[in-house]
């Protein structure tokens, strides 16, 4: 539905305009008010490609299928198993856990996102190996960051140099769960770090889903104004990859995030970030007249998205143009 809109005179004057809370999503999603969020904008943790310094128990497979003999492999653990256990999300030893951990706790928000409101889940794929390679941090194919390997099970999709197809399962699973997906957007990125493989091509777009609640009965309806998306209002958005900055390898363009938060919540409206990162896409929410809440659990990452949001809310007090704000945004890494 799209809705005619006027532009605010300025951010929404108040203490709460940004929350930043260190925590766990899956605990924190649950606690959020019902139909207080209009917009869940985030990019989760990557299935098997960087820790981010987090520890993680190996051996959980070996624990979950011990606990009964029943079990098979692809059986998923509910997520409060998994992380009593010692789990990090997006360090699950299947694809297949990974996704239905990431919907379970997305599932947890479904309360608290308008019935008008809208989902933008940005999601990259992987290639299946045996023996991964998992980085503590920084991006895939820059510098010399430090990782390690571990042996991922064989079965099924599950099989060497097969791309898994990530995105699609995902997004699959969510309309297992009602939602309703209304574009399935390419992020091109055309300055993607060269590849040492010489039988295919480079990996250079990623997917971002839009979902929609999918009512009891009739279409879905819900706010969107495409007068703010990009020329042609195509699902095909090219721009550049950004380095990461306060120990954080993959931070949002600010030009990638602005057009889903000014077509998918209204001026005044609140997004919501639960796994915020440095708080980029909560700084460029309340640089463009919304309020911002942040789930982070990574405690550094906390750290620096709440000085960072600081730094912005600091600018908007003296009233900056705010084309102005965005540069500082990019270039603190917010």
């Known amino acids: 539905m799209t809705q005619e809109v006027s532009e605010p005179d300025g951010p929404p004057a108040d203490d709460d305009q940004i929350k930043v809370l260190c925590g766990d ?9 019902d139909e207080s969020i209009d917009l869940l ?3 989760p943790p990557y299935w098997g490609l960087r820790s981010y310094g987090q520890e993680h128990n190996e051996d959980i497979l070996k624990e979950w299928l011990s606990e009964d003999e029943s079990r098979i492999q692809t059986d998923v653990p509910p ?18 856990w990974y996704i239905g951990h990431l919907v379970e706790i997305l599932q947890r928000g479904a309360g608290a996102l308008k ?4 989902m933008w889940i940005n999601i990259g794929d992987t290639y299946f190996a045996r023996w991964s390679s998992i980085r503590h941090d920084g991006r895939q194919g ?3 960051n430090p ?16 791309l898994l197809l990530i995105p699609a399962r995902f997004a699959i699973a969510m309309q297992d769960r009602r939602w309703i997906v209304r574009n399935d957007m390419i992020w091109h990125k055309p300055n993607v770090p060269p590849r040492p493989e010489k039988d295919r091509l480079r990996l250079g777009h990623e997917h971002f889903f839009h979902f929609v609640k ?7 309806k819900y706010y969107y104004n495409i007068e703010e998306v990009e020329p042609g209002a195509l699902d095909v958005v090219k721009t550049m990859a950004r380095s990461g900055s306060d120990g954080h390898s993959a931070t949002f363009p600010v030009d990638l995030i602005k057009p889903r938060i000014l077509s998918s919540c209204p001026p005044g409206g609140t997004v919501l970030d639960p796994f915020c990162g440095t708080g980029r896409s909560l700084s460029v929410a309340a640089a463009s007249g919304r309020k911002a809440i942040g789930f982070e659990l990574h405690e550094p990452f906390h750290q620096a998205a709440t000085k960072n949001t600081a730094a912005v809310l600091e600018q908007l007090a003296f009233e900056l143009p705010e084309e102005e704000i965005e540069e500082e945004i990019e270039e603190m890494g917010a």
């Not at 999503?25 to 008010?33: G, R, S």
């Not at 019935?115 to 809208?118: F, T, V």
């Open 214 to 220: 999918r009512p009891k009965e009739g279409r879905p």
């Open 79 to 96: 997520y409060e198993w998994y992380r009593k256990h010692g789990g990090v999300l997006g360090l699950e030893p299947l694809p297949e």
């Open 147 to 162: 990782r390690s390997r571990r042996r991922t099970p064989m079965g099924g999709f599950r099989q060497e140099k097969q």
């Open 25 to 33: 999503a899956y605990d924190l999603m649950a606690e959020l008010p």
């Open 142 to 144: 820059l510098g010399d």
């Open 41 to 43: 904008i985030t990019s």
């Open 115 to 118: 019935a008008g409101g809208s």
